[in-house]
């Protein structure tokens, strides 16, 4: 490349791209975060999931009467990255039906997004990248999703050539300038990417590829061709380097720290799980009543739905409730029926969850 054509090629990342602050929309691109572990989809307990393992990257399923697989964090990833994402059918679908969908996606905060100005005649092209590997070569759909207001959505695709190897892949998204476009300024769910792994015909007869239209059922999952993740045993899928940035030209991967990424996930998600023997809860009472309040690591999106973890070590008094009444804090307690000494504690692997997922 000439010199003149580097300085025009750094002229037009200048005008296109966000120089500067935070690039990547997405949140634990990199799959450094684990909180929740590795997760097991199984058709007998339901035919509609929507699973978490990595953190913030959802496994959504409609309808499947076969499908069973794993997801789970591996070391295994390109250069420059350590970790990925790993799905592997452990059961195969023996064919998918017109109105069965299996994807993993990932919801982006709409208040994150208001930079993109989209449904205004200024709004911002987007670029997202990505590292594959799978063990089914073919072309597999993407679909970026709206849902505020008036649903919309576009599809594109992507090509996996050879079986388990690394590819990276590129996609320029257009910018929404459509009135309908709009996303809402609250911290509801403002765009979704979508990766396509088992998709019916019900889904993938309407053109909109590239080209943002008003959401249709026929649309969501257009030119999504290879069915085999979902259809083969033991197939493989992996992801990492997950980048949605501003801007029409694709820029270095913007690596976070471990504590930074942590701490933006735990907006949607809170472990609160001791891993040594060392008590995480203690309440100690007296006489009636036995309560203990705990601070959230950090506030919340919403109110969280929480869940107590694992049976834990009880005197005179019965397992503890959990109460999440803010964005803030949580608390748990148990009344004490008699007076004298009651006490409850989360011994290790004991604990709460906190959910408030979009």
């Not at 591996?74 to 592997?88: C, E, I, M, Q, R």
């Not at 073919?138 to 079986?163: E, H, M, V």
């Not at 309040?293 to 109110?303: G, T």
Request: charged content about 15%; overall charge negative; glycine content about 8%.
């Amino acid at each position: 490349m000439t010199k003149a054509a580097e300085l025009a090629k750094m002229g037009e990342v200048l005008t296109n791209s966000q120089i500067g602050g935070r690039r990547n929309l997405v949140i634990n691109g990199a799959m450094q975060v684990f909180q929740r572990g590795s997760a097991t989809f199984n058709h007998n307990a339901t035919s509609t999931a929507n699973l978490y393992s990595l953190d913030r990257f959802q496994f959504q399923s409609a309808n499947h009467d076969e499908l069973e697989g794993t997801i789970t964090q591996v070391a295994d990833a390109p250069v420059g990255f350590t970790n990925s994402l790993k799905w592997t059918t452990t059961e195969s679908e023996s064919s998918i039906s017109a109105g069965e969908s299996f994807d993993c996606c990932q919801k982006i905060e709409a208040q994150d997004l208001q930079q993109l100005a989209f449904g205004t005649s200024s709004a911002k092209k987007l670029t997202l990248r990505f590292y594959v590997k799978s063990s089914v070569t073919g072309t597999y759909g993407i679909n970026i999703f709206k849902a505020d207001s008036t649903a919309r959505q576009l599809t594109s695709t992507y090509t996996i050539s050879s079986a388990n190897t690394w590819e990276e892949k590129t996609i320029l998204i257009p910018a929404d300038t459509d009135s309908s476009g709009t996303i809402a300024n609250d911290n509801g769910e403002g765009l979704r990417i979508t990766w396509h792994l088992g998709t019916g015909t019900s889904f993938t007869s309407a053109n909109n590829a590239l080209t943002w239209t008003d959401y249709a059922d026929a649309g969501w999952a257009f030119g999504h061709a290879q069915n085999g993740v979902a259809t083969t045993d033991n197939a493989t899928w992996q992801l990492t380097g997950v980048q949605l940035e501003v801007g029409s030209q694709a820029t270095p991967f913007e690596h976070r720290s471990f504590g930074e990424e942590l701490l933006l996930c735990q907006r949607y998600f809170q472990y609160h799980v001791s891993t040594s023997t060392a008590a995480r809860y203690y309440a100690d009472q007296y006489s009636n009543g036995t309560l203990v309040l705990d601070q959230h690591h950090s506030p919340m999106r919403a109110v969280a739905t929480g869940t107590v973890i694992g049976t834990w070590t009880v005197s005179n008094v019965g397992q503890p409730n959990l109460y999440v009444g803010t964005e803030f804090s949580h608390y748990l307690a148990k009344p004490v029926s008699s007076t004298g000494r009651a006490y409850f504690y989360a011994g290790q692997n004991d604990g709460v969850s906190l959910d408030a997922e979009l």
